[in-house]
């Protein structure tokens, strides 16, 4: 499988067609899916604590209709991102959405984990997601979706290995900073979910931000596959590769979800690193 990195967000004007002109070329590159970097079609709007209406929509909001459409007429899957305001309880998340190549949406996932920090006020913007992760089928490797700080909770990516899913999808927007941080926890889940891992960043410092820093993928033994600042990189993953890893250690090992379940029951509403 092939998979286009799209290192670069478009909020600014010329960014629909710039982002066209980047699928044409996945795509003529052997692409079948374009991952994009968190909230793409945005400034990042969590650098400071104040939430702008016009930052959400709804069902059918005009960024979800560009991603629809550029998707359709590339003739590639895209995951986005957008912050998605329910019309019933309106209540606001951190959505990645995924097209296909006739620009259906295929899946969705509300991002879990949120930081509330400075240049990541992410919970005065939006609330965490209620759902766990699921195996979405559809391309030629089963996948799954996450959305940066998810990465930090590994359980996620784990759960998503235990549920097959071949390849797990991770826009961040991460400071150049901590990025070797984020190397070594995205390389450890990769690992120890036996899967691959690919995570667009956005690309660059924004005013007031802190943002910047690579985007990679990683195999499932842990190799760093492709490491880029690019606008647009490829990575071709081999799922003999994923086949190799699920075989050898600690790939095998059982996952034992009932146990593991019985004692996060008994953790249940209290604090993380109680006594």
């Known amino acids: 499988m092939h998979i286009a990195l799209v290192h670069d967000v478009f909020h ?31 400034p990042w709007w969590p650098a400071t604590r104040e939430a702008a209406d016009e930052a959400a929509e709804g069902p059918g909001g005009s960024r979800q209709v560009r991603m629809r459409e550029l998707a359709r007429r590339a003739g590639i899957a895209l995951l986005g991102g957008v912050i998605f305001r329910d019309p019933t309880s309106e209540r606001r998340h951190n959505r990645a959405l995924l097209y296909d190549a006739r620009g259906i949406e295929v899946a969705t996932y509300d991002k879990l984990h949120l930081p509330s920090e ?28 996450q ?11 784990h759960l998503l290995g235990a549920q097959g899913a071949e390849v797990l999808l991770a826009p961040r927007a991460t400071p150049p900073g901590s990025y070797e941080r984020w190397r070594l926890v995205i390389t450890a889940n990769a690992i120890t979910s036996a899967t691959f891992i690919v995570s667009v960043n956005r690309p ?47 790939g095998y090992l059982a996952v034992r979800s009932a146990l593991y379940a019985r004692g996060w029951s008994a953790l249940a509403g209290r604090p993380p690193h109680c006594p």
């Open 12 to 42: 600014d004007p010329d960014g629909p067609a710039r982002l066209s002109g980047l699928l044409e070329r996945a795509r003529a590159a052997g692409a079948e899916l374009a991952v994009l970097p968190e909230l793409p079609f945005d």
């Open 118 to 145: 400075e240049g990541f006020w992410e919970s005065d913007h939006y609330e965490p997601g209620d759902e766990p992760p699921r195996r979405v089928d559809g391309c030629s490797l089963p996948l799954g979706l």
């Open 147 to 157: 959305i940066c700080s998810d990465l930090n909770r590994p359980e996620g990516s």
């Open 204 to 250: 660059r410092p924004e005013a007031g931000t802190p943002l910047g820093g690579p985007s990679l993928a990683v195999a499932p033994d842990g190799r760093v596959l492709i490491e880029t600042t690019e606008p647009l990189s490829i990575v071709h993953l081999d799922r003999r590769e994923l086949l190799e890893a699920r075989h050898a250690y600690p």
